[in-house]
């Protein structure tokens, strides 16, 4: 029997829960710079990703709607507003294994990622659905729904899909850390660090349950936008490949 993830997974996740963040470390990494500007407009920002959507129909796709409002709401009550840009709720997922960012397009590695995907997603085939568990905010570059397992087997199928892409794109660009994220930090939280904690924690709790039996490689323009390049369905092992989007992204690098 193989060790269990869930412990190694769990410190990963840590890192970045809300009741274990500071001010200095906040104020340190400001990260969302290259994807926003300081006013909350969105900057051009390409890449390669894997994800896993939030099913629009879903109880927790609706949860998560409302939270970002109540964060927004509550945010701007306290005079904090200006330290987040929330994403558009149709932009809301799980990343499984980014691939390649820049802020300078990516189209030019179109055919060798599609390959590339096309490569893992055989290799991972019909792997079954995945059911996870919403619980606890994070709070980094980003404000996030943390992704936890109750089931290691599940947690294991999630990463040997990592793994399966890593070897596909002999990319490497971080261990898988389970997360949708809500917002960016735009601007330093400064004094109104304490009430954006506070805020956050009232919140730190079970959001509801994560299931896909798909996921997508997708190319992205900024950080609303993902446009979806293959699709795997993980109940059939069969991949779509979404030829439109394919058609006008190669047409816009030419």
Known sequence: MPPNPIPDYEHRLDRYAIHTVDPPRLDAILAGGWKFHPDGTVKPYYGFTCIAWVDQASTLYATLCKLQQTLKMKFDATGAGHVFSFLRPDSLHMTICDIEASPTPLTHDLDTRLQQGQTAFEAIGAAGSVTAQIRGIGLHSTITALVRFADAAELR???????????????????????????????????????????????????????????????????????PLLTLDLATGQITRHEDTITTLKAASS
């Open 157 to 227: 199928k999630v990463l040997a899909m990592e793994q399966h892409i890593k070897d596909a794109t002999q990319m490497d660009v971080r261990q898988f850390t389970g997360h949708i994220s809500l917002a960016y930090m735009v601007q330093p939280p400064g004094d109104h660090f304490a009430a954006i904690k506070d805020i956050l924690l009232a919140h730190d709790t079970a959001l509801g349950d994560f299931t896909f039996s798909a996921f997508d490689l997708t190319y992205f323009p900024h950080m609303n936008e993902y446009n």
